[in-house]
């Protein structure tokens, strides 16, 4: 397992921007897949976006356009860079890693506390 911290979320007006970072305490190279996913109050956790080890990406389709999934192996940091902010957007988000095994079988892998974004209108 891995751990995970991620920052950089806060309130933000809608139509702004922030960067989500997920720090990881080993390397990364390694990590099959990483995501961002977030959770609204009274909704369930749902995938953001998930990038691959070759770099190939996922979005959801509400974010589709708006944000971006980058990571960056030599800091074992992965980045959400999110623009054109909608209210609807809030959330906690939160980072996960999985390895190819828990690709495979379906497990959760790794999760980060998750920090909250807020998008006011």
């Known amino acids: 397992q891995v751990q995970l911290v991620e920052s950089g979320g806060g309130l933000v007006q809608a139509g702004g921007s922030l960067r989500l970072s997920c720090a990881a305490s080993?390397?990364?190279?390694?990590?099959?897949?990483m995501g961002w996913y977030r959770q609204a109050p009274g909704k369930q956790r749902e995938l953001v976006a998930m990038?691959?080890?070759?770099?190939?990406?996922n979005y959801a389709g509400s974010v589709k356009g708006r944000f971006t999934i980058s990571r960056d192996n030599a800091k074992n940091t992965v980045y959400l860079q999110m623009n054109s902010l909608k209210p609807e957007d809030t959330a906690v988000y939160y980072c996960?890693?999985?390895?190819?095994?828990?690709?495979?079988?379906?497990?959760?892998?790794?999760w980060g506390q998750g920090t909250q974004v807020t998008v006011s209108s």
């Open positions: 996960n890693a999985k390895s190819a095994f828990e690709v495979a079988v379906n497990r959760d892998g790794s």
């Open positions: 080993r390397s990364i190279r390694s990590i099959n897949t």
């Open positions: 990038i691959t080890s070759s770099g190939s990406t």
